[in-house]
């Protein structure tokens, strides 16, 4: 008797190894795999817009080229997972209608807006330090392309994050002026990259099954904690405030404490209502709406160049 | 002994320095716009490669002006006046069309620009020449490819393609006049005679134009005055924005 597909992607999961496109899956963990990793991907694509807005106002030539280059890497992340994502045989424009709609969500850290160019430190440092913690974990992702994906993109987050964190650096030993901008950055993305993780676990919808199936390795809560502890260190290195009077060495757990985030705030941004959400759809939209004649251009010519080779 | 001053080569060298930062400047205003995910990533590459190369002209310049300023000094504390662009740089991106076309025009153009410098007798010019040329080579392989395929494409494209020709063509002729400043250069074997460029870039244009199905404009027109500094009025907003930071807060380290 041969196994059912089942029993064989079960024995699969239970020993580690990993789900391939062509493998047979359960209906659900394909479809709980699109919505995290077309999520993942709408949040690198989404994520180019706060720190975009500063390409054009960077204060040196080089802090100019190293913030291009990083939203630009940050463009072939989401394209490595969009390709990821297509393999699960979810199509790019239905990904991207899903995002248009609201019914398909990204990290809601890019629903606020990059208000100063400590932000593009901050955001550097501190969103894509959160994003590490997560990506290190989901490299070892039971779906095949999501975790050769994340591997990839790891090894470029760090250069990020070490960027950001220069900027921080330079502004924290800079003037009056540039310490209290590096501060200002600091207390505005503190919590929203604690968020990232998304709700504690006892509350968090999807971590029960994604964690069963493997696609996710540690709880949110745990990730947050990590999150937490790598990062306070540096915020003391840099000589700023800590942007939460509740965050304390706690001896017995080895571990910091540090306050309740605003989790009414997290509802209301990821629901659609924070400060930006729905100027990053309309920035998102118009490029692709304004981009559609140069797509079906291109679908055009080579049609024609088809029917032309075939004739 | 060569006979012309140090300002003669650091005002031609801010000059290709300026070109680059503003075409680079314009073409980074892609980032996040473009019409699907891999060009968006292929435009910025694009523009990472000019604000490269403007900045190795700025560090010569800055070299060559031996007044202690730098790169930065240069791109930043200049006023609109000051600008030395050719006029095609600081045109808006009106539609991926018009700024495929500049592209285009600009390539070629830099290609055999390029070409000439890297055998110039300054070393350092000649030596940034070899990295430049490498890129605009590349450039070039794709603003050509987009060119056919947006002239073959769609009558949408064909004719959104053909509105950007006919807009940009006034531009071109400054690319190929010789400042005061050039013609001493060239003479000195450092700089390369513009003049000579004309007709290879106008058989290979005529020849890539026609092949996708577009017409070269039968009324010859131009707007020059870039390298004097006057400018079209889009420049003004392009620097005031590029240079806030400085400006606002001079002197400080980022
Ligand atoms: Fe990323
Ligand atoms: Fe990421
Ligand atoms: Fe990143």
Redesign the interface.
């Given at each position: 008797m041969s196994d059912s597909g089942q029993a064989v992607f079960d024995r699969r999961i239970e020993a580690e190894q990993k789900i391939e496109p062509k493998d047979w899956m359960p209906a659900d963990y394909r479809k709980n795999l699109i919505r995290q990793m077309s999520q993942h991907a709408h949040s690198e694509?989404i994520g180019?817009?706060p720190e975009?807005n500063w390409?054009?106002?960077?204060?040196?030539?080089?802090?100019?080229?190293v913030l291009?280059?990083k939203?630009?890497d940050e463009?072939?992340h989401?394209?490595y997972l969009?390709s990821a994502t297509e393999t699960l045989n979810a199509t790019r424009d239905e990904m991207n209608a899903a995002l248009h709609s609201g019914k398909a969500k990204y990290a809601s850290i890019f629903n606020y807006p990059a208000l100063s160019?400590a932000d593009v430190g901050a955001i550097g440092w501190l969103v894509d330090g959160a994003a590490i913690v997560n990506q290190i974990s989901l490299q070892g992702t039971s779906y095949g392309p999501y975790s050769r994906a994340m591997i990839r993109i790891c090894k470029e987050e760090s250069f990020h994050q070490r960027q950001g964190y220069e900027?921080m650096i330079?502004?924290a030993?800079?003037?009056p002026?540039?310490k209290a901008m590096a501060q200002d950055a600091l207390n505005r993305v503190w919590w929203p990259s604690l968020m990232m993780f998304g709700p504690h676990d006892s509350a968090s919808a999807h971590s029960g099954r994604s964690m069963q199936w493997k696609i996710k390795l540690r709880t949110n809560d745990d990730l947050r904690q990590s999150f937490i502890d790598q990062t306070v260190p540096q915020i003391k290195f840099l000589g700023l405030e800590l942007p939460d009077p509740d965050i304390k060495w706690n001896e017995e757990r080895g571990h910091y404490d540090s306050g309740e985030i605003d989790w009414d705030e997290f509802k209301r941004v990821i629901s659609g209502d924070g400060p930006c959400n729905r100027d990053r759809i309309r920035?998102h939209k118009?490029?692709?709406d304004?981009?559609?004649?140069?797509?079906?251009?291109?679908?055009?010519?080579h049609n024609?160049k088809a029917s032309a080779s075939a004739a | 002994m060569n006979n012309f001053s140090n300002s003669t080569l650091y005002n031609y060298l801010l000059g290709l320095a300026d070109d680059a930062?503003i075409l680079g400047?314009r073409t980074?205003?892609w980032?996040?716009?473009?019409?699907?995910?891999?060009?968006?990533?292929a435009l910025?590459?694009v523009?990472?490669d000019y604000?490269?190369r403007?900045?190795m002209f700025?560090q010569y310049a800055a070299e060559v002006e031996g007044k202690g300023r730098s790169?930065?000094d240069l791109?930043?504390f200049r006023d609109e006046r000051e600008f030395s662009n050719l006029l095609i740089n600081e045109l808006p991106n009106y539609?991926?069309a018009f700024s495929m076309v500049r592209q285009y025009f600009l390539d070629v153009h830099a290609c055999l620009y390029l070409q000439g410098l890297t055998a110039s007798t300054d070393q350092h010019l000649a030596a940034i020449a070899s990295k430049a040329i490498k890129e605009s080579r590349y450039h070039l392989k794709r603003s050509q490819t987009w060119l056919?395929?947006?002239g073959?494409?769609?009558e949408?494209?064909n004719k959104?393609m053909q509105t950007a020709i006919d807009e940009l063509w006034g531009y071109t002729p400054e690319m190929f006049m010789m400042t005061e400043t050039e013609t001493q250069l060239s003479t000195a074997g450092i700089a390369v005679n513009r003049d000579n460029l004309l007709q290879q870039w106008t058989a290979t244009v005529t020849a890539d134009i026609r092949s996708a199905d577009l017409q070269i404009p039968d009324q010859q027109w131009q707007v020059v005055g870039g390298r004097e500094g006057k400018h079209s009025e889009h420049l003004g907003h392009l620097l005031a924005?590029?240079q806030?930071?400085?400006r606002s807060?001079p002197g400080?380290?980022?």
């Open positions: 694509v180019m817009q975009g390409i054009s106002r960077a204060p040196t030539l080089k802090r100019k080229m291009l280059a939203v630009q463009g072939g989401g394209l969009y160019w900027i330079a502004l030993k800079g003037t002026m540039q920035h118009k490029a692709l304004e981009g559609q004649w140069v797509r079906e251009a291109l679908q055009a010519y024609k | 930062l400047q980074s205003e980032c996040s716009r473009g019409p699907f995910l891999e060009e968006d990533i910025s590459n523009a990472l604000i490269g403007a900045r700025y790169e930065d791109a930043y539609d991926f056919l395929q947006l073959l494409g769609t949408e494209s959104r924005q590029m806030i930071l400085q807060y400080l380290e980022w």
